[in-house]
């Protein structure tokens, strides 16, 4: 069964860049078909696409936030990350990563909150 | 502003049967399938629903989805109190991805 785990700072300065990490477990980040995604949640808000990455590392951003983030994979590692730059107290959410079927997110993480704040 | 309209609340007592809508437009739910998910408090959501109707294994049937032009709707019967919870609709945008409602949050009197 896959599982996936977020990992990351909680607690994040303003201008800084905002970087997490998904560990995949139960199954390989290289099979193909699947979309590795991050999504993230505003405080009592609703959710937000941010983007996804191929095994292969193609990659499709929200064009909202398509200046500001990098995703990346990692496949020896079974990982694959964020990289939000620029950030501010807007930016302050919980962030899942999760896999994606189609369009469907058929796999969520747990999720981590990350605060901006000086 | 979420690019998916959904009601923001939703109520029903026990047993009840009730309905949540999801509208878009032609580049998200007009071209492409619907999925719904299912949001616990504290906890990540769930897919509920995908490719319009369709339910995951463990899913009860009590959960249908549907689909009709730019529109979706979930229907819950026999409503019961654990299915208190938000809900979200999601489709891919040909222009921006994937795409969410605002969520509906429904209450079990």
């Known amino acids: 069964q896959v599982q996936l785990q977020e990992s990351g700072p909680g607690l994040v300065k303003p201008s800084q860049t905002l970087s997490l990490t998904c560990t995949v477990s139960?199954?390989?980040?290289?099979?193909?078909?699947?979309?590795w995604s991050w999504i993230r949640q505003h405080p009592g808000k609703g959710l937000e696409w941010i983007g996804y990455i191929y095994y292969s590392g193609s990659t499709y951003y929200n064009p909202s936030l398509k200046s500001r983030v990098t995703i990346s994979v990692d496949t020896s590692k079974n990982q694959f990350s964020l990289k939000l730059s620029s950030v501010t107290a807007a930016d302050t959410a919980v962030y899942y990563c999760?896999?994606?079927?189609?369009?469907?997110?058929?796999?969520w993480g747990q999720g981590t909150m990350v605060t901006v704040s000086s | 502003q979420s690019v998916l309209t959904q009601p923001p609340s939703a109520s029903g007592t026990p047993g009840q049967r009730v309905t949540i809508s999801c509208s878009g437009s032609s580049s998200n739910i007009g071209s492409n399938t619907v999925n719904w998910y299912q949001q616990l408090p504290g906890t990540a959501p769930k897919l509920l629903i995908y490719s319009n109707n369709q339910r995951p294994s463990g899913v009860p049937d009590r959960f249908s989805g549907s689909k009709s032009g730019t529109s979706a709707s979930l229907a819950i019967s026999g409503l019961q109190s654990e299915d208190e919870a938000d809900y979200y609709c999601a489709a891919w945008d040909d222009s921006l991805g994937v795409v969410f409602g605002g969520g509906t949050k429904l209450t079990v009197l």
């Open positions: 999760a896999r994606m079927e189609l369009s469907m997110i058929v796999i």
């Open positions: 139960g199954g390989s980040i290289s099979s193909g078909g699947y979309y």
